[in-house]
């Protein structure tokens, strides 16, 4: 089917729908408390998790698909339709137990067989499926319950990215997902795990989701995603409401329990707010100033790009760009506080704002003023703003700064001819392993590839124990400020409002919003 056969294909679902989604309104209007209504930015592509990368699809489908593994509450990977894994000696030959007794929403049970198919799907056409498969030999169905990965080599990052369901490993029956390629399944095809199963989509008013009466909730205590899950509500209901006026006025009135997306202008406001509750998204974005180690004057001169760093106190420009201070952290570890990956070293460098130190050093590396090319986009505000204060600091520390100002698709294109830039403002959201963080990435633009960095990078992938991971890692943050090739400016969140009457929320999200454990 081409990519216009399924979009009409949905078109024609959803509309004959409508009858069956107008009765289910009927239905569970009379039941508010029995219903959480989220209010959205929009609609979502599709809810194929496999195939799809969009976060407001994952917000409503890992209340549905589930993979093999999940996060805990610090961002390591736990078991969740796996039962525990062993790994050979050689990191080569990795056999996942997989849980039984689940079932699937059609009251299928779950076996190896529909692994096996739902990983075939997702290695072959899958958003990130290349990131393991890429490294894997063969993938097969060892017993009824068991699934076996034989490895090129070691590769220690798969258990995260097998954790991560966003574009990742939704396991669906062998019947829905046998033959299925990168055009999305259809939404009566959407077959899964979890504690809430689909019920409805009528477009441009809601998507809909029921709670599953025959769920196998994971075993142990609810931490993060992981551990038991409980479907609280009767009904699931996500709600588009593109106008933001529109989604803070129906938490406040209580049309909507929870709305997501909400401006940092308004943010104190909300804050204050009995009436609301503010979450912010636990993964942050961060920005990162990359530094060209292919040419011009920060070519392998570690010595100017150190100066460079000292030079720049982070914090004015996260109060400028960002403002409200619950919104941003001055972090120089790469991950986020509470996450495994969190650590201190090399972090005394973050952020000394020391202008003197800045000019002795960068004397002392030879620097005799000439320009140095800073590109920042106007496209997004606090990249420009924050670029405009260490454009500041970096002047009164003796350097000549030369910042170029283009729309982002200008950038983009610069940033990939060497001999255009020395310094380019970008950002970088959340991902499931340091090791897709673009600085890892030999070819991306800045191009860091020392043989300091080969040596832990071979290292930090070839290793399958978590420990020795964390370690590894502390390593290479320890080198990416010594070397410099890029610079973190700081985590920014985004945040969402919920009403007070809900229960169970905790404090902030993990990734994404999730609903089981949660009640009003």
Not at 86 to 114: C, P
Request: no cysteine.
């Amino acid at each position: 089917l081409t990519v216009e056969d399924n979009e009409m294909k949905l078109k024609t679902w959803m509309k004959s729908a409508l009858a069956v989604g107008a009765l289910m309104s009927l239905t569970t209007g009379a039941l508010a408390d029995g219903m959480l209504r989220y209010a959205t930015v929009g609609e979502p592509p599709s809810l194929d998790q496999q195939v799809v990368t969009s976060d407001l699809a994952t917000t409503i489908a890992h209340h549905m698909f589930e993979g093999l593994y999940t996060f805990n509450g610090s961002n390591a990977p736990v078991p969740l339709l796996a039962s525990g894994e062993t790994v050979s000696e050689d990191g080569k030959t990795i056999v996942i137990g997989l849980r039984k007794g689940v079932q699937f929403h059609n009251g299928q049970a779950m076996t190896s067989a529909d692994v096996l198919a739902s990983l075939q799907r997702w290695g072959e056409f899958g958003s990130r499926g290349s990131l393991i498969f890429d490294h894997v030999d063969s993938v097969k169905a060892t017993g009824d319950y068991e699934i076996t990965l034989k490895l090129k080599e070691p590769f220690g990052p798969w258990k995260n990215l097998m954790a991560f369901i966003n574009g990742g490993p939704a396991i669906y029956p062998a019947s829905v997902v046998t033959g299925a390629t990168k055009e999305p399944i259809a939404p009566e095809n959407y077959i899964g795990t979890g504690p809430y199963k689909f019920n409805a989509w009528e477009a441009n008013r809601y998507v809909e989701l029921v709670s599953f009466d025959g769920y196998a909730s994971p075993d142990g205590k609810a931490d993060g995603y992981g551990g038991a899950r409980v479907a609280d509500f009767d009904t699931l209901r996500f709600i588009p409401v593109p106008d933001v006026g529109t989604r803070v006025a129906g938490v406040r009135a209580g049309d909507y329990d929870y709305a997501e997306s909400i401006p940092g202008d308004l943010f104190a406001e909300l804050d204050a707010d009995a009436g609301v509750k503010t979450m912010l998204n636990g993964g942050p974005i961060f920005g990162l100033v990359f530094l060209n180690s292919s040419d011009g004057p920060l070519k392998e001169n570690f010595a100017l790009r150190r100066a460079i760093q000292t030079a720049i106190d982070k914090t004015p420009a996260l109060q400028v760009a960002i403002g409200p201070e619950g919104l941003w952290r001055a972090n120089g570890s790469f991950a986020p506080q509470g996450s495994v990956w969190a650590t201190t070293s090399g972090t005394e460098n973050y952020s000394k704002g020391d202008a003197e130190a800045a000019k002795s050093m960068a004397a002392a590396a030879g620097y005799d003023g000439q320009p140095i090319k800073f590109m920042v986009s106007t496209n997004y505000p606090f990249h420009y703003d924050s670029a405009i204060v260490y454009t500041k600091q970096l002047a009164q520390a003796g350097f000549n700064i030369d910042l170029q100002v283009y729309d982002w698709a200008t950038l983009i294109e610069k940033r990939a001819q060497p001999d255009q830039w020395d310094l380019f403002f970008t950002h970088h959201g959340f991902v499931p392993d340091p090791i897709l963080i673009s600085v890892m990435n030999d070819n991306y633009p800045g191009w860091w590839a020392t043989p300091e960095k080969k040596a832990l990078k071979d290292r930090f992938t070839a290793s399958s124990d978590p420990a020795e991971r964390q370690a590894i890692w502390g390593e290479i943050q320890a080198l990416i400020y010594e070397q410099v090739p890029t610079m973190k400016t700081g985590d920014v969140y985004t945040y969402n409002i919920a009403s007070p009457k809900l229960s169970g929320l905790g404090e902030q999200t993990l990734i994404w919003p999730s609903f089981w454990n949660v009640s009003k």
